[in-house]
Each structure stands twice: as structure tokens, then as C-alpha cells.
Nanobody
Framework: QVQLVESGGGLVQPGGSLRLSCAASLNIIGIARMGWYRQAPGKERELVAFITSSGYTNYADSAKGRFAVSRDNDKNTVDLQMNSLTPEDTAVYYC?????????WGQGTQVTVSS
């Protein structure tokens, strides 16, 4: 079992930045893949970015050049640095972990980009 707790969401103006953090309940060295998804109102949940245990990263086209995902194996956290935010980035952001062939999700954190 893996429990994931997100933090760092909130309200930010267009062009601003936010950093999301996800804390895992166990040592993430053994977690093959961790990352972030988001779900906007009326839309399906979509991948934002993920990072593997070897450090390989992958980003959605909408996130490339603006977002950066990182993991800290000592702190058992995965962060998402989001820059140049636009209203289209408004969504609930979910931390995800793929462990022992199962998917685990956090409860989500709201990100609202608005002036």
C-alpha cells in the first residue's frame, strides 16, 4: 500500500508559479514511476508529467518547457514545479504512483490560475 499526500496548490495569477509536492508513505526508491495528473471541470484526467526510478522524465505537450518534475528519494517526495501558468492550467492535480503493478492516487490539490 502507498499513501500519497499532495500539498502546494492554491490561487495564482496568470504568468505565476506554483510548486506542488507529493509525500509518499514509504520509501520511493522502490516505486517504478511517480508523477502528476490533472483533471479540469468537465474533462478527463490527463497526464501532466512523470518520473521513473531511474530519473527518466516525460511531459505532456502542454507542460513541456514550463513544468519540471523531480523526486527526492531521501525525503520520499515528488515535486512539480509549474511556471508561466495560464488559466488553462486550472485543475485538480493528483499525485500518482505505480507500485507493484498497482496504481495509487493522492486526494488531489486544487490549482486555480486567475486574475
Amino acid at each position: 500500500q502507498v499513501q500519497l499526500v499532495e500539498s502546494g496548490g492554491g490561487l495564482v495569477q496568470p504568468g505565476g508559479s506554483l510548486r506542488l509536492s507529493c509525500a509518499a508513505s514509504l520509501n520511493i526508491i522502490g516505486i517504478a514511476r511517480m508523477g502528476w495528473y490533472r483533471q479540469a471541470p468537465g474533462k478527463e484526467r490527463e497526464l501532466v508529467a512523470f518520473i521513473t526510478s531511474s530519473g527518466y522524465t516525460n511531459y505532456a505537450d502542454s507542460a513541456k518547457g514550463r513544468f519540471a518534475v523531480s523526486r527526492d528519494n531521501d525525503k520520499n517526495t515528488v515535486d512539480l514545479q509549474m511556471n508561466s501558468l495560464t488559466p488553462e492550467d486550472t485543475a485538480v492535480y493528483y499525485c500518482h504512483a505505480q507500485f507493484m503493478l498497482r496504481d495509487y492516487w493522492g486526494q488531489g490539490t486544487q490549482v486555480t490560475v486567475s486574475s
